[in-house]
C-alpha cells in the first residue's frame, strides 16, 4: 500500500523539501506522484525506485537511507496519533521485535492484498 511511500516522501520533504521530491520522481522514472502516494498494493519495482533515486538524489548510501527512513517511520507513526498503538507493541527493542509479526497479521486485515514481511 502507498502508506510507506508517503511516509518515504514526508522524510525527504523534512530533510531536503520539494525540490528533491521533485528530482527524485523523476530519476525514478514516476511522472505521476498519485501513482504512489495512492494507498492501494503497489508495486515493489516503484519502491524500489522511489528508494533508488533518494539514494542518488541525496547522495546517501541505500543502509544510510533506510536507517534515516525507519527514525522517521517512527515519529511519523507518532505524530500521526498513533503513538499509544506504537507504544503497546513493547517497551524495549527485544520485546517490539516479538510483536512485529503480530503487528503485520493485524494489518493485513485492512489491507488484505498487502504482502507484509512476516
Same mark, same amino acid.
Given at each position: 500500500?502507498?502508506?510507506?511511500?508517503?511516509?518515504?516522501?514526508?522524510?525527504?520533504?523534512?530533510?531536503?523539501?520539494?525540490?528533491?521530491?521533485?528530482?527524485?520522481?523523476?530519476?525514478?522514472?514516476?511522472?505521476?506522484?498519485?501513482?504512489?502516494?495512492?494507498?492501494?498494493?503497489?508495486?515493489?519495482?516503484?519502491?524500489?525506485?522511489?528508494?533508488?533515486?533518494?539514494?542518488?538524489?541525496?547522495?546517501?548510501?541505500?543502509?544510510?537511507?533506510?536507517?534515516?527512513?525507519?527514525?522517521?517511520?517512527?515519529? *511519523?507513526?507518532?505524530?500521526?496519533?498513533?503513538?499509544?498503538?506504537?507504544?503497546?507493541?513493547?517497551?524495549?527493542?527485544?520485546? *517490539?521485535?516479538?510483536?512485529?509479526?503480530?503487528?503485520?497479521?493485524? *494489518?493485513?486485515?485492512?489491507?488484505?492484498?498487502?504482502? *507484509?514481511?512476516?
Amino acid at each position: 500500500y502507498g502508506h510507506i511511500h508517503v511516509i518515504w516522501k514526508d522524510m525527504v520533504l523534512t530533510m531536503d523539501g520539494p525540490e528533491a521530491w521533485a528530482q527524485i520522481l523523476l530519476e525514478a522514472g514516476i511522472w505521476d506522484e498519485a501513482e504512489v502516494l495512492d494507498t492501494v498494493t503497489q508495486r515493489d519495482d516503484l519502491t524500489f525506485a522511489l528508494f533508488e533515486g533518494t539514494c542518488k538524489v541525496l547522495a546517501m548510501p541505500m543502509d544510510d537511507a533506510l536507517r534515516a527512513f525507519g527514525r522517521h517511520f517512527v515519529s *511519523f507513526t507518532l505524530r500521526s496519533g498513533n503513538g499509544a498503538f506504537l507504544r503497546s507493541q513493547g517497551v524495549t527493542l527485544p520485546a *517490539f521485535l516479538e510483536n512485529v509479526n503480530a503487528t503485520h497479521n493485524y *494489518f493485513e486485515r485492512d489491507h488484505p492484498n498487502a504482502k *507484509f514481511p512476516f
